[in-house]
C-alpha cells in the first residue's frame, strides 16, 4: 500500500498535505521517498532552527536517549534544569515552566493570567487577544485565536476571551475593563499573514498594561528563539513582557514549548499545572544545544543580514511590479503577498517541482522561514526557483 493509501486508510484526514513524502534531511536540504531533493525554506513550519541532521544536535540527542529519555516532572534532571537556566539567563524574565507544544504553551499563559487575576485583580480572569491571532488548538487557544472556522466545529467556545484588531492600541484601550487578566499578542504575527506589529503599539501596551494593571503575554512560539535576529523579538521593541509564549525552534526539532514569566506572574504552585512530558530530557539536550547556538551573538547578526538580504531581493523584485504586491518581514521571519490565493497557490506548487518547499501564511501570502543555519548560497538558490515558480 502507498504511503497516501495508508494515511487515508488510517489517519483522521485533518491535514491539507502537500504531495510530498519527506524520508531524510541534511542542513537546509530534504529529501522525498523518490530520492528528490528540496530546499527547505519552511523548516518544519519555522521550527528546525540548525537545519536538519545537526552534528552536534544528533549526538546531544541520541547520548540523551541512550542514557535516560524520560523521567516524568517527579524529579529533578539535569538537561531540564540547565535549559531553564539559559533562557532565565538570556532573558529579563525569571521562571521557566516547560511544555511540549506552542499550543500548550498559550494554555498555560492563559492559566496563568487566570490564576493571577484571582489574587491580584478581583478575580479577572479575561483575556484580550487580536484578530489575525493564532496561538494554538487546543480548546482555550482555540478561542484565544478567535478564527471563527476553527472555532464553529466545537463551539461552545470556553468564555473570557476578546479579540480586538491587531496594531490598533486605542482598540485594546477600549475593551480593557475589570475582568481582563491580560493582553497577549504575537509580536510578529505569522500564521495571520506574517505581519510585524508597530513598535508605538508594542510600547503603547506596555505602558497601558502597566497602567491598568493587567499582564502582557507575548505568544513568541513563532517568533523566539533567533527566528527574528534577536533571541527573542520583544528584545527589538525595547519591552518586557510579564509572559513569554515559546515552543516551535526552541528544541530544533524535537517537541517542546516553554512560558517564561517574570518573578510576579510566576503564580503556578505545587498541584496547580503539570506535564509528565514537559521538559523531558531528550528534548531537553536538544534545546540546550541549540540556546548555545542562538544566543551568539554573531549568529544572531547573521540572521538579520540574511533576512534583510532576503527582504531586500523580494522588494527589488516587488517594485518591478513582479507579481510581489508587499514583503514584510524580522530576520528570517519574512512574508511575501502575491496579487492572488491563486497566483500564491501556483508558485508554491511550482517552487516545489523546482525543488522549494515553502509554505503560505494567510490565503495570498507565502512564508520564508527557512533554517537559521541556511547560507547565502542557498537562498540566492531560493530566490532564483521563487522566480522561476512566478514565471519571470
Ligand atoms: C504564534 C503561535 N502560537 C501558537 C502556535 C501553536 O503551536 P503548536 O502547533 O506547536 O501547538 C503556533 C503555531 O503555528 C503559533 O505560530
Excluded at 524520560?70 to 540547565?82: A, K, M, V, W
Aim: glycine share 10%; hydrophobic share 40%; proline share 4%.
Amino acid at each position: 500500500m502507498d504511503w497516501k493509501d495508508l494515511e487515508s486508510r488510517y489517519y483522521h484526514p485533518a491535514f491539507r498535505r502537500l504531495p510530498v513524502t519527506l524520508v531524510r534531511g541534511q542542513g537546509t536540504r530534504v529529501w522525498d521517498d523518490e530520492g528528490k531533493s528540496y530546499l527547505d525554506f519552511a523548516a518544519g513550519i519555522a521550527v528546525s532552527t540548525l537545519g536538519h541532521g545537526d552534528p552536534e544536535l544528533c549526538r546531544a540527542v541520541s547520548q540523551q536517549v541512550e542514557t535516560l529519555a524520560h523521567t516524568s516532572n517527579l524529579f529533578y534532571t539535569t538537561p531540564q534544569l540547565e535549559v531553564a537556566q539559559r533562557l532565565v539567563e538570556n532573558s529579563d524574565l525569571d521562571r521557566v515552566f516547560f511544555v511540549n507544544s506552542g499550543g500548550e504553551a498559550g494554555e498555560t499563559c492563559i492559566k496563568i493570567a487566570r490564576k493571577w487575576g484571582k489574587a491580584n485583580r478581583t478575580g479577572a480572569y479575561e483575556v484580550i487577544t487580536t484578530d489575525h491571532s493564532f496561538h494554538g488548538r487546543t480548546l482555550a487557544t482555540t478561542a484565544a485565536t478567535g478564527t471563527v472556522a476553527y472555532q464553529e466545529p466545537f463551539a461552545p467556545m470556553p468564555d473570557g476571551f476578546t479579540q480586538v484588531p491587531f496594531n490598533d492600541l486605542g482598540a485594546i484601550e477600549d475593551s480593557i475593563s475589570d475582568k481582563t487578566a491580560a493582553v497577549m499578542v504575537e509580536p510578529m504575527q505569522g500564521e495571520g499573514g506574517m505581519w510585524p506589529a508597530d513598535v508605538g503599539y508594542i510600547r503603547g501596551l506596555r505602558r497601558l498594561c502597566d497602567a491598568e494593571g493587567v499582564l502582557l503575554i507575548f505568544d513568541e512560539v513563532q517568533t523566539g528563539v533567533g527566528r527574528t535576529g534577536s533571541l527573542f523579538a520583544y528584545e527589538q521593541f525595547d519591552v518586557v513582557p510579564d509572559v513569554i509564549a515559546l515552543a516551535k525552534g526552541l528544541g530544533g526539532g524535537l517537541p517542546i514549548g516553554a512560558v517564561l514569566s517574570s518573578e510576579s506572574a510566576s503564580v503556578l504552585v505545587p498541584g496547580d499545572h503539570g506535564s509528565t512530558f514537559g521538559g523531558n530530557p531528550v528534548a531537553c539536550a536538544a534545546a540546550r544545544v541549540v540556546l548555545d547556538r542562538v544566543t551568539d551573538e554573531s549568529f544572531l547578526q547573521d540572521v538579520v543580514a540574511k533576512g534583510e538580504y532576503v527582504m531586500s531581493r523580494l522588494r527589488t523584485r516587488a517594485s518591478k511590479g513582479l507579481g510581489i504586491t508587499d514583503v514584510r518581514g524580522l530576520g528570517l521571519m519574512i512574508g511575501f503577498d502575491m496579487e492572488s490565493e491563486d497566483a500564491a497557490d501556483q508558485v508554491v506548487s511550482r517552487a516545489r517541482d523546482n525543488g522549494l518547499l515553502l509554505i503560505k501564511a494567510g490565503a495570498a501570502t507565502l512564508r520564508i522561514v527557512p533554517p537559521l543555519t541556511v547560507t547565502r548560497d542557498e537562498l540566492e538558490q531560493g530566490l532564483e526557483a521563487i522566480d522561476v515558480a512566478r514565471g519571470v
